[in-house]
T-cell receptor, first 115, second 119 residues
Framework: DAGVIQSPRHEVTEMGQEVTLRCKPISGHNSLFWYRQTMMRGLELLIYFNNNVPIDDSGMPEDRFSAKMPNASFSTLKIQPSEPRDSAVYFC?????????????FGSGTRLTVV | AQTVTQSQPEMSVQEAETVTLSCTYDTSESDYYLFWYKQPPSRQMILVIRQEAYKQQNATENRFSVNFQKAAKSFSLKISDSQLGDAAMYFCAYRRGRLSSGSARQLTFGSGTQLTVLP
C-alpha cells in the first residue's frame, strides 16, 4: 500500500483565493482525519470522518473551511476565501477499525502559504 | 477533555547516549491508548511506539521504550544508543479506547519536544 496520499505537497496562493487540499486514505481504513499544524497552536484536529460521514467538525475554525468525503477513497479540505492566518501544514490521516492501538497513518502533509 | 503535556520544548543528547522525553496526560477514562510520534524535518509523522492502558508491561521497540505510570498519568519515552537519525520533533499522543464513552477516536497531541542529537 502506498500509504496516505496528500496533494499538493506545497501550495502558495494569494489571499482571497480558494484552496483545495486532497487526501487519499489507505484502502480499507474507515476513519479519516484532517489536522492542522502551526508553531503557535501545534497539531489541531479540524474534522474527522467515520465511514465517509463527518463525526466531529468542532475543530473547523470558521465557515471558510469545509471538508467532504464523497467516497471511501477520497477527501477534500477547502478554504474559501483563504487568509494569511490559514498558512500552516495540513495533515490527513487514516485509521482502520481493527485495532485502535495502531494509531493513525499520516500523509506527508500539505504546506499552505497564503500571501 | 483530555490534555497531553510535554514540558520539555527542547532536549539534546550525545550520540550513543540515552535520553528520556517526558509526557503527562489528563483523563478520566480507563480505556485508552498512548503513542509517541516522530516528526523529522521531512515533516512526515512516524509512529514510534504505542501503549495500551490496560497493559502493565511497558512497550519496547528496539532502541525505544516507554515508562508507563498509569496512576501518575505519565508516559515517558526512552531512546537508547541515540543516533543522528533520531533527531526530530517528538509528539506524545492520547486516544480514547473503544470502551470509553463518546465517539471520539481522534488523537490528542502534546506540544512536542525537539530532540537534537550531538555527534
Amino acid at each position: 500500500d502506498a500509504g496516505v496520499i496528500q496533494s499538493p505537497r506545497h501550495e502558495v496562493t494569494e489571499m482571497g483565493q480558494e484552496v483545495t487540499l486532497r487526501c487519499k486514505p489507505i484502502s480499507g481504513h474507515n476513519s479519516l482525519f484532517w489536522y492542522r499544524q502551526t508553531m503557535m497552536r501545534g497539531l489541531e484536529l479540524l474534522i474527522y470522518f467515520n465511514n465517509n460521514v463527518p463525526i466531529d467538525d468542532s475543530g473547523m475554525p470558521e465557515d471558510r473551511f469545509s471538508a467532504k468525503m464523497p467516497n471511501a477513497s477520497f477527501s477534500t479540505l477547502k478554504i474559501q476565501p483563504s487568509e494569511p492566518r490559514d498558512s500552516a501544514v495540513y495533515f490527513c490521516a487514516s485509521s482502520g477499525t481493527g485495532a485502535p492501538s495502531y494509531g493513525y497513518t499520516f500523509g506527508s502533509g500539505t504546506r499552505l502559504t497564503v500571501v | 477533555a483530555q490534555t497531553v503535556t510535554q514540558s520539555q520544548p527542547e532536549m539534546s543528547v550525545q550520540e550513543a547516549e540515552t535520553v528520556t522525553l517526558s509526557c503527562t496526560y489528563d483523563t478520566s477514562e480507563s480505556d485508552y491508548y498512548l503513542f509517541w510520534y516522530k516528526q523529522p524535518p521531512s515533516r512526515q509523522m512516524i509512529l514510534v511506539i504505542r501503549q495500551e492502558a490496560y497493559k502493565q508491561q511497558n512497550a519496547t521497540e528496539n532502541r525505544f521504550s516507554v515508562n508507563f505510570q498509569k496512576a501518575a498519568k505519565s508516559f515517558s519515552l526512552k531512546i537508547s544508543d541515540s543516533q543522528l537519525g533520531d533527531a526530530a520533533m517528538y509528539f506524545c499522543a492520547y486516544r480514547r479506547g473503544r470502551l470509553s464513552s463518546g465517539s471520539a477516536r481522534q488523537l490528542t497531541f502534546g506540544s512536542g519536544t525537539q530532540l537534537t542529537v550531538l555527534p
